[in-house]
T-cell receptor, first 117, second 113 residues
Framework: EPEVTQTPSHQVTQMGQEVILRCVPI?????FYWYRQILGQKVEFLVS????????KSEIFDDQFSVERPDGSNFTLKIRSTKLEDSAMYFC???????????????FGDGTRLSIL | KQEVTQIPAALSVPEGENLVLNCSFT??????LQWFRQDPGKGLTSLLL?????REQTSGRLNASLDKSSGRSTLYIAASQPGDSATYLC????????????FGQGTTLQVKP
């Protein structure tokens, strides 16, 4: 069964450094998402991406964050200058093949655990 | 603002028992509701999706129901097995114009052999 893959599984970075989290969504999906889960807290929406542009973002997704789909398969989340509070599990998700409606299930990757020192 | 709550936070049952996990949401104007399973340190596995026009969905030993007017969904697990031990999350999608899922905090289930 097709799946969303994320790399790396664990990233350790010094505060203030830039980090790029990578995702390969399910190949024929059209909608892409990033979520995060701080340890012990709820999963929180960060951003959705469709047709090569951001369609929605949360208040968490400030100017330090950016997303990109550099080619036909990868979807990346960049944090420009990491803070201690950025430490979390980051999940990528994708949904909806061409011809399907917007009410399709979102499929998640296994996440990247980001640790900021 | 939509809030999603799951009760109980944790549940421990003996193997073979049927059980119900609860999810409630404050704004009944949802587009759909999705149940997920999360194993420790892992991602979210989609279990069931219920559209706002549906009352229930079934997959194997799992049955999810939705009562939109009362802001509630339940996940029924029949004949529980130790392999069902995990955290179960529900999430709502507010409208067709948003892809954002709003999650509950989850119910951690332990099924004892």
């Amino acid at each position: 069964e097709p799946e969303v893959t994320q790399t790396p599984s664990h990233q350790v970075t010094q505060m203030g450094q830039e980090v790029i989290l990578r995702c390969v969504p399910i190949s024929n999906h059209l909608y892409f998402y990033w979520y995060r889960q701080i340890l012990g807290q709820k999963v929180e929406f960060l951003v959705s991406f469709y047709n090569n542009e951001i369609s929605e973002k949360s208040e968490i997704f400030d100017d330090q964050f950016s997303v990109e789909r550099p080619d036909g398969s990868n979807f990346t989340l960049k944090i420009r200058s990491t803070k201690l509070e950025d430490s979390a599990m980051y999940f990528c998700a994708s949904s909806a093949a061409p011809g399907q409606g917007v009410g399709q299930p979102q499929h998640f990757g296994d996440g990247t655990r980001l640790s900021i020192l | 603002k939509q809030e999603v709550t799951q009760i109980p936070a944790a549940l421990s049952v003996p193997e073979g028992e049927n059980l119900v996990l609860n999810c409630s949401f404050t704004d009944s104007a949802i587009y759909n509701l999705q149940w997920f399973r999360q194993d420790p340190g892992k991602g979210l596995t989609s279990l069931l999706l219920i559209q706002s026009s549906q009352r229930e969905q079934t997959s194997g030993r799992l049955n999810a129901s939705l009562d939109k007017s009362s802001g509630r969904s339940t996940l029924y697990i029949a004949a529980s097995q130790p392999g069902d031990s995990a955290t179960y999350l529900c999430a709502v999608k507010g409208s067709s114009n948003t892809g954002k899922l709003i999650f509950g905090q989850g119910t951690t289930l332990q099924v004892k052999p």
